[in-house]
């Protein structure tokens, strides 16, 4: 009988494909990409996300697509390579963890990155709004998450005090500037 350990490990290695897909704001239809979490071996499902060493090692598929854990390091090298991904995923272990946030913002504000930005893992529907403006364009959403929820949490909102990678003035510059 098989440890805990290495079911768990069997687990992990496994592509997850996620049902529930909020992309630029509205539910999409279907969803092509698996994340793979194996480090060693490339999945045979395509198209994939994969650990950002193995997509290093294969950028030559444009069927792979790297997956970035909350504890990557952007260098200004890590940075420009980046920037000729198709897409990236951005894992988050757990919902209490938001270093992803910060990467999601990097790549778009200091490395310019145009592309898709997902994130992946345990994604809530209380985190979808800031996700979007931290620079996502596309949320993976956890199994329990139910759309209809997702995207009416990213609407609920109208007004936002602070800025975002989207909205460089902040609501008191604008009222500021209205008033002279």
């Not at 494909?17 to 045979?44: F, Q, R």
């Not at 504890?71 to 951005?90: F, M, P, Q, R, Y």
């Amino acid at each position: 009988m098989p440890s805990n350990d290495t079911q768990t490990k069997a687990v992990e290695q496994t592509p997850v494909h996620v049902d529930h897909l909020i992309e630029n704001g509205e539910l999409a239809a279907e969803n092509a990409w698996c994340v793979s979490y194996d480090p060693n071996e490339l999945p045979e499902q395509r198209p994939a996300f994969v650990p950002l060493a193995l997509w290093q090692a294969n950028q030559d598929d444009n069927e792979l697509a790297p997956l970035l854990t909350s504890d990557t390091e952007l260098t200004t090298e890590l940075g420009g390579t980046l920037k000729g991904a198709s897409a990236i995923a951005v894992d988050f272990p757990a919902f209490t963890d938001g270093r992803g946030y910060t990467i999601a913002r990097l790549l778009r504000e200091r490395y310019g990155y145009q592309g898709e930005i997902r994130a992946v893992g345990d994604v809530l529907v209380d985190q979808l709004d800031y996700m979007r403006r931290c620079g996502f364009s596309t949320m993976a959403l956890r199994d329990d998450q139910h759309p209809e929820d997702a995207l009416r949490a990213l609407n609920a909102f109208s007004v936002r005090y602070q800025t975002d990678v989207e909205e460089r003035q902040a609501l008191f510059e604008k009222r500021l500037a209205a008033s002279h």
